[in-house]
């Protein structure tokens, strides 16, 4: 099932994200939870990282980049979007790629979408060194309600 109706380079909006799976080839990472999968950008979802020009960032970016750059990976679109972004969670041969980026202490848990699925990877990656908790505030969007 096609995600998007309309896909788009990534400086233009998206016009309508569909509920659905997508599976493809990664042809781009924007940064640390923003994939695209041919021209289409995906957000993953309840994940935060910080931008590729903040401190850290370069590494997360360049953590998913060697994650998933040119590997196929499976996404399960929500239905919504932000910034023109499709938002999924997104599998790379079964393995949950956010829940990777946080284990690998490059990423944090963004409680409030994703129920605190990640949570326990953070504290694993913390309770092993990892400073992403405190070196990387959540901002107040990212926070449960």
Same mark, same amino acid.
């Given at each position: @099932?096609?995600?998007c109706l309309l896909a788009v380079p990534w400086s233009a909006p998206v #016009?309508?994200?569909s509920r659905g799976t997508l599976t493809g080839q990664v042809t781009y990472v924007r940064d640390g939870d923003t994939i695209e999968l041919a021209e289409m950008a995906i957000r993953l979802q309840g994940l935060a990282a910080p931008e590729w020009n903040e401190p850290r960032g370069r590494k997360a970016r360049e953590a998913m980049i060697s994650l998933v750059h040119g590997h196929t990976v499976r996404c399960e679109l929500d239905g919504t979007r932000t910034d023109g972004r499709c938002i999924g969670i997104c599998y790379l041969e079964g393995q949950d790629i956010s829940e #990777? @980026?946080?284990r690998r202490g490059v990423a944090r848990d963004s409680p409030r979408f994703s129920g605190a699925r990640y949570g326990p990877a953070e504290r694993r990656a913390a309770a092993e060194g990892s400073t992403m908790g405190r070196d990387y505030p959540l901002s107040g969007y990212c926070r449960p309600r």
């Amino acid at each position: @099932m096609l995600a998007c109706l309309l896909a788009v380079p990534w400086s233009a909006p998206v #016009a309508q994200c569909s509920r659905g799976t997508l599976t493809g080839q990664v042809t781009y990472v924007r940064d640390g939870d923003t994939i695209e999968l041919a021209e289409m950008a995906i957000r993953l979802q309840g994940l935060a990282a910080p931008e590729w020009n903040e401190p850290r960032g370069r590494k997360a970016r360049e953590a998913m980049i060697s994650l998933v750059h040119g590997h196929t990976v499976r996404c399960e679109l929500d239905g919504t979007r932000t910034d023109g972004r499709c938002i999924g969670i997104c599998y790379l041969e079964g393995q949950d790629i956010s829940e #990777a @980026m946080v284990r690998r202490g490059v990423a944090r848990d963004s409680p409030r979408f994703s129920g605190a699925r990640y949570g326990p990877a953070e504290r694993r990656a913390a309770a092993e060194g990892s400073t992403m908790g405190r070196d990387y505030p959540l901002s107040g969007y990212c926070r449960p309600r």
